[in-house]
């Protein structure tokens, strides 16, 4: 069994005020969902207000982004040292925001991905297919070379630690939810990379979460689906109710 992991992107909103009143309301309302894991990956201004504020809860807090190196000349960066020292546990790499508008590729990706492990943090490594890519019968090469790239090259103990997110881009903020049978099909064919890479043992235990406009109406029907561990939600983490409901789907 796959213990579901519930995690929000609050992508860049929110400031440390905002995050203390988001916990004020969020936590009596997840108080016994021990059913799944729940990330909520603020911006990395809000991080040590968001730890100080799940404080003897079991929500992680988690960051958007993480720099490969640990320190140095890297203008903007944030090094996997300073998000551990907030007291975060998790961090998004590869989100489509930052491959879209950030110059983000695979290969930084994979480099990203390492130095989250390496400074004992989880990676939520992401993945997914564009609209032109999904409608040009793509989205199976798209996934699999972006897996390839970013993932496979990983150790076996290190893939072990990792969760991964399926987030085709043309869902993401858009209000277009990839219907629960697609993000099945999508997270299959993932997983038949990852036994091919790693293992049936290691892709059994993967957890491959699905991200792209998850809202509180649609979020049983996604987690229905035996082949999706989780989700990965972005505006509609920003409401303590809203966010509440998805995760106790
Ligand atoms: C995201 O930011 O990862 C995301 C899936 O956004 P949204 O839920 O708003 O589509």
């Known amino acids: 069994m796959r213990k579901p992991v519930m995690a929000g992107n609050w992508k860049m909103y929110k400031t440390p ?22 990330v909520i990956c603020p911006p990395f201004t809000d991080l040590a207000a968001a730890v100080a504020a799940v404080k003897g809860t079991a929500i992680r807090i988690g960051a958007q982004n993480i720099a490969w190196a640990k320190e140095g000349a890297f203008t903007g960066e944030i090094s996997g040292p300073m998000i551990v020292d907030t007291g975060a546990t998790h961090t998004i790499v590869g989100h489509s925001e930052r491959r879209q508008y950030f110059g983000e590729t695979d290969e930084t990706v994979l480099k990203r991905t390492q130095a989250a492990l390496d400074f004992g943090l989880t990676p939520i490594v992401c993945v997914g297919e564009r609209l032109e890519e999904r409608e040009s019968g793509r989205t199976e090469a798209v996934c699999t070379a972006q897996f390839l790239r970013g993932i496979a090259p990983l150790a076996a103990a290190q893939f072990a630690k990792i969760l991964i997110a399926y987030e085709p881009v043309w869902a993401i903020g858009t209000g277009k939810t990839a219907t629960p049978d697609i993000a099945a099909d999508v997270h299959r064919v993932i997983r038949a990379q990852a036994r091919e890479a790693f293992g049936k043992e290691a892709a059994d235990a993967v957890r491959i ?14 987690m229905a689906q035996p082949e999706i561990d989780g989700v990965l939600v972005g505006g509609a983490s920003l409401d303590p109710a809203g966010f509440a409901s998805i995760v106790n789907f």
């Open 17 to 38: 005020a905002e995050t203390a009143q988001f916990f004020e309301k969020f936590r009596p309302l997840v108080a016994n969902s021990s059913h799944c894991e729940i």
């Open 209 to 222: 979460l699905y991200g792209g406009s998850v809202k509180p109406d649609n979020a049983r029907a996604l």
